[in-house]
């Protein structure tokens, strides 16, 4: 299958400040881009949906202000997640799909934030 | 939305084949059945997906019912590292994007 990166894996902050998440489609163009949130025990839930060159889509009760979503490219999207808190801390996975809509969704490794 | 209903979780032995059930009676004709899962603190792994056919691949094969409301994965020759988080996801679409909202999936476990 395609391989989806992310980068870092893991990051631990002090409350307060902003943290960048990178994902990165490696072998195939990424026309539309996914972040999911997920608490310990829990399933994923996702946060927005994003298209490259527009603006994020979010879900209902997901901050557009807080988590700031740029898909600049067909092979990179970031999550920034600013003036973060404890409360934010989880693990976000990106998620990546090529240009058709039937094409399969792949997902990246996750990155575990930790804030203070 | 089609929703999908999993049982919590199931065991199985290692060697024999993992039959993972998911029921999705409100299914749509041109909504996809699609299977991933999660290993603890990993990012979920596709595994197989279909729409009306039976499918196989080289991790699992994938009944689909002929009402099309419930299918079943199959892990041929189940192993300890096929232990995970299944998630039976149907694929919705909104405002042209095609998303997958999971639910809560069945918590499989190999036993030696």
């Known amino acids: 299958g395609a391989v989806v990166s992310q980068h870092p894996s893991w990051v631990i902050c002090k409350s307060g400040t902003s943290v960048k998440i990178e994902c990165r489609s490696l072998d195939f163009q990424a026309t539309t881009m996914f972040w999911y949130r997920q608490f310990p025990k829990q399933s994923l839930m996702l946060m927005a949906t994003?298209?490259?060159?527009?603006?994020?889509?979010?879900e209902q009760g997901v901050e557009k202000d807080k988590f700031l979503i740029n898909h600049a490219s067909l092979t990179l999207s970031t999550l920034t997640v600013t003036s973060a808190h404890p409360e934010d801390s989880s693990f976000y996975i990106c998620s990546a799909r090529g240009q058709r809509g039937t094409d399969t969704q792949y997902f990246g490794p996750g990155t575990r934030l930790t804030v203070l | 939305d089609a929703k999908t209903t999993q049982p919590t979780s199931m065991d199985c032995a290692e060697g024999r084949a993992a039959n993972l059930p998911c029921n999705h009676s409100?299914?749509?004709?041109?909504?996809?059945v699609y299977w991933y899962r999660q290993i603890h603190s990993q990012g979920p792994q596709y595994i197989i997906h279909?729409?009306?056919n039976n499918e196989t691949n080289e991790m699992a094969s994938l009944i689909i019912t002929e009402d099309r409301k419930s299918s079943t994965l199959i892990l041929p020759h189940a192993t300890l590292r096929d232990t995970a988080v299944y998630y039976c996801i149907v694929r919705v679409a909104n405002q042209g994007a095609q998303k997958l909202v999971f639910g809560q999936g069945t918590r499989l476990t190999i036993n030696p």
């Open positions: 994003s298209n490259e060159g527009s603006k994020a889509t979010y």
């Open positions: 409100t299914i749509s004709g041109n909504e996809y």
């Open positions: 279909g729409l009306k």
